[in-house]
């Protein structure tokens, strides 16, 4: 399973939705996230990825699409 899968089912089980969100596609605005599921799914790629996101990254651009979240976890590790 690729790093974009692995973020795409941490996304889907974070809003409860089963579709998947366009790779550029605003998490926020297309209402598969919001600022109180950010936390979980930091949470979640920490414990996937095995990386420490610091709270100065809890920033909802970071983490607004699909790309930009797989582009973000791979600069971690």
Do not use: C, H, W
């Amino acid at each position: 399973m690729d790093n974009r899968e692995r973020i795409l089912n941490i996304v889907r089980k974070v809003s409860g939705k089963t579709e998947d969100p366009a790779p550029e596609e605003s998490l926020f605005d297309s209402g598969f996230l919001d600022s109180f599921a950010l936390p979980e799914m930091v949470a979640d790629l920490e414990q996937e990825f095995s990386i420490k996101i610091p709270d100065s990254d809890l920033n909802p651009r970071k983490f607004e699409s699909i790309a930009r979240i797989q582009s973000y976890v791979e600069s971690r590790k």
